[in-house]
C-alpha cells in the first residue's frame, strides 16, 4: 500500500491511511506490550499519538526512547480512542534518527521565558515559541501577500548606508579596518576605509523607498534594521524588522487610511490562519487579546493632533512618570494612557512639534510642526510611525540647515526634489511590535527568534 508523506498539521485532517511522520518526541509512557509516544513536527500545536507494539523488532531501542528524540515513523493513521485526538499512528516501523541523552534541558514542565532565552535554539520545539514563530512567518507572508494584491512593488533597500535617516546617531558602524589600524591611528580615517567613508548599519530603509516612490509609484520594503541604543528594556532590541511603505501622490490622510487598512488585515489574517496558536494566548498568556483584536477588526481608529493629545493628557490629572509639557517626546506610558484608558482603542497622533521630528517630514503652515502621524494601541504604545515627506526643496535644504546636516551625503536625496518632485508619504510599522500585540507577549525578546541585546550576541 502506498504511503503518504505528511506532517502532523495534515495528518490531523487526514482519512485513514498509510502515512509517514517525521519529528521529536515530547512525552513518552511504556506498558508492557506498548510504548505510547507524543510526536511533534512543528507544523501545528498538537502532537499525534504513535503506538508501537511489542511486536516490531526494534522494541527494545523504542523502550530506551527519550524527550527529545527524533524519530521516523510509518504506520497506519487510525481513529483515537482516546479524548482529545482525531487520530493516532499505529507504527509498524520506528527509526530512531537521534537519541537525546537525559539532560535535554525541554522537561514536561514550565520553563520561564528568562531560561528559554538562555536556550533559544531549543525554545522553538515549546508550545508557546512554535506557535509565536509560525504566526511570524504566517504574519511576514501577509504583507507581502497584501502588498502585491494592492499592486505595490517591494523593494530591498541596503543594509549598508552612510545617511543617517532618523538622525539619533545610535548607529552600527561597519568598517573594514582591522583594530590595529585604528588604533594606531588614533581615530579612523575613512578614506582608507572600504566605501572610503564612514558607513553604518541602517536604521531605516525609507529614504531607498523614496527614491523609488518617485519612479515606480507605490512602493515598500520589509527587513532588518539596526540600532546601537544601549537599552536593555522588554521593548528593545538592536536588530528589529520592519516594514515601510512609501505612497507616491500621498498625502497625511491617505497616510493613515493606508495605516488603518493595513493593521485590520493583518490582524484578521491572524485571525483566520492562525486561529489554533493564537488560542494558546488567548487562553494562557492574556485572556483580554479577544477584545482587543475585535476592538482592532471593527473599530474605526482615532484620529487627534499632538496638541489635543498633550491638553487631554494634562486634564487627565494622572500621575505620570514623566511630567507632561509641550514639546516633549510622548513616553510609553502616555501613548498606552491614550490608547488604553481615553480612547479605549487605536489612535493616530498628528502634528507634532518639528523639533522631535526628522528632517524629511513636511512642515505644516504653522512653521512649527510637520505632517507627522504615530498609530499608537492599547498594551504596545507606539506601533507605526510615520509622515508626509518635505517634497519642496527650499524647505527641505532650510530643514536639514536648521538642524546641521551636512547636505553632501545627501545629494541624491535632494535631487529627488529638483527633478519632477512630488507629495508622497509613508512610515514605518514595527513587526515585532506587532506581534507582541497579536499575541500579549511583553518582552520583545520573544517575539524574534535570536534577540541582539547590549551585551548578547549569542546563537
Request: hydrophobic content about 35%; aromatic content about 12%; proline content about 5%.
Amino acid at each position: 500500500m502506498k504511503r503518504t508523506k505528511i506532517n502532523i498539521l495534515t495528518a490531523l485532517g487526514e482519512t485513514p491511511g498509510q502515512v509517514l511522520v517525521k519529528g521529536w518526541v515530547r512525552t513518552k509512557r511504556d506498558s508492557k506490550e506498548f510504548s505510547f509516544m507524543e510526536v511533534n513536527d512543528g507544523s501545528c500545536l498538537k502532537n499525534i499519538q504513535v503506538i508501537a507494539n511489542k511486536d516490531l523488532e526494534n522494541y527494545g531501542e523504542i523502550q530506551g526512547v527519550t524527550t527529545g528524540t527524533s524519530l521516523i515513523v510509518e504506520g497506519e493513521l487510525v481513529a483515537s480512542p482516546g479524548k482529545g485526538q482525531k487520530w493516532e499512528i499505529q507504527a509498524s516501523h520506528v527509526e530512531i534518527v537521534s537519541l537525546a541523552p537525559e539532560s535535554y534541558p525541554l522537561q514536561k514542565k514550565r520553563h520561564t521565558d528568562e531560561y528559554l532565552r538562555t536556550i533559544a535554539h531549543l525554545r522553538p520545539r515549546t508550545n508557546k515559541y512554535g506557535a509565536i514563530f509560525r504566526i511570524r512567518s504566517e504574519i511576514a507572508f501577509a504583507i507581502h501577500k497584501f502588498y502585491r494584491d494592492k499592486g505595490f512593488r517591494y523593494l530591498t533597500a541596503p543594509l549598508i548606508t552612510g545617511s543617517d535617516c532618523e538622525g539619533a546617531g545610535e548607529m552600527f558602524r561597519v568598517t573594514s579596518l582591522s583594530p590595529t589600524e585604528v588604533q594606531n591611528a588614533g581615530r579612523m580615517d575613512f578614506t582608507k576605509d572600504f566605501f572610503g567613508q564612514e558607513s553604518n548599519l541602517t536604521v531605516s530603509g525609507q529614504l531607498s523607498a523614496e527614491m523609488f516612490a518617485l519612479s515606480l509609484g507605490d512602493v515598500y520594503t520589509f527587513g532588518p534594521t539596526f540600532r546601537a541604543e544601549n537599552s536593555n528594556t522588554s521593548r528593545h532590541v538592536a536588530e528589529f524588522w520592519m516594514l515601510e511603505p512609501e505612497m507616491a501622490f500621498c498625502d497625511l490622510e491617505g497616510n493613515m487610511d493606508h495605516g488603518e487598512e493595513l493593521v485590520k488585515y493583518l490582524v484578521g489574517h491572524a485571525m483566520e490562519h492562525c486561529e489554533e496558536d493564537l488560542s494558546l494566548f488567548f487562553q494562557f498568556v492574556d485572556k483580554s487579546l479577544p477584545a482587543l483584536m475585535d476592538t482592532l477588526l471593527k473599530q474605526e481608529f482615532a484620529r487627534l493632533s499632538y496638541t489635543e493629545a498633550i491638553d487631554v493628557l494634562k486634564k487627565s490629572n494622572k500621575p505620570f512618570e514623566f511630567p507632561v509639557e509641550y514639546g516633549i517626546d510622548l513616553q510609553s506610558e502616555h501613548e498606552r494612557f491614550l490608547a488604553e484608558e481615553y480612547f479605549k482603542k487605536p489612535v493616530f497622533l498628528t502634528d507634532y512639534p518639528k523639533t522631535i521630528k526628522p528632517f524629511y517630514m513636511r512642515m505644516n503652515g504653522d512653521d512649527k510642526t510637520v505632517a507627522a502621524m504615530d498609530l499608537l494601541v492599547p498594551r504596545i504604545g507606539e506601533l507605526i510611525g510615520g509622515s508626509q515627506r518635505e517634497e519642496r526643496l527650499d524647505r527641505l535644504e532650510n530643514r536639514m540647515e536648521e538642524m546641521n546636516l551636512p547636505r553632501d551625503p545627501y545629494w541624491w536625496y535632494l535631487d529627488s526634489r529638483r527633478f519632477g518632485s512630488v507629495p508622497h508619504a509613508g512610515f514605518g510599522l514595527g513587526f515585532e511590535r506587532f506581534l507582541m500585540m497579536i499575541t500579549g507577549v511583553t518582552n520583545i525578546r520573544d517575539v524574534v527568534p535570536f534577540p541582539r541585546t547590549p551585551g548578547n550576541i549569542d546563537f
